[in-house]
């Protein structure tokens, strides 16, 4: 589906980043890996060098708009295009409000909404020229439905969902795509960790009972970034189990 197309994936080195890549390659796309530390992309480049794609690693910090600029141009000038961005680096500093400090705010903020805008911003000369795009940002349920200790969090992913669908709405013209996914509870190293007390409580609340795999986000982003989805944008998909209908 995605043969001849130049796929960005930020966050990629890890978790529901490296399944999107993945997925993508799996699927015919070359692809450009970023994350913040460009050696924690070995894994994630020489899977997709087996699926006999083509992989190019960049380091990135998604928060300094002056790199990401540089990064996306570079990225531009080595591939030529670049016809798919997947916005996912992220990161969770969780806290109850009364003792969150300014500095974990700051932080969630800046990374999960101010990198999807940065990022965003340096792709769209590109895809205007192209006049053609997918821009897939990973938000989060948690961005809908709230929860307590992770207002940052909350604020941050619920920012995105918003700037998705203004975005759509100023780059449909040029037929680009904005949309998201908002994941619900992904089994991770994370939740690995977790007593079976507490993974009993959040399963409870998840009408499929059982957590979603990053393949189970992979597949539907993939879906939004393909030509399947051309008369889709600025929408939202709950990837939850139903945890959120």
Known sequence: MFEGKIAVV?????????????????????????????????????????????VFCFELDVTNTET????????AAETGRIDI????????????????????????LTVNLKGTFACTKAVSRTMMKQRSGAIVNIA???GIMGNAGQANYAASKG???????????ELASRNIRVNAVAPGFIASKMTDALSEEVKQKMLDVIPLARFGQPEDVANVVSFLAGDQSAYITG???????????
């Open 68 to 75: 990401v600029q540089s990064v996306f141009a570079a990225i």
């Open 159 to 169: 920012g995105v969902i918003a700037f998705t669908k203004s975005i759509a709405k």
């Open 10 to 54: 930020t966050g990629a080195a890890r978790g529901i980043g490296q399944a999107i890549a993945f997925n993508l390659a799996s699927q015919g796309a070359d692809v450009v890996l970023c994350d913040i530390k460009a050696e924690w992309l070995a894994e994630t480049a020489e899977g997709i060098k087996k699926l006999g794609r083509k």
């Open 85 to 108: 961005l997947i916005n996912n680096a992220g990161i969770t500093r969780d806290g109850l409000l009364i003792r969150m400090s300014e500095e974990d705010w700051d932080a969630v």
């Open 235 to 245: 929408i939202v998909i709950n990837i939850s189990g139903g945890m959120v209908m």
């Open 140 to 142: 989060s349920v948690i």
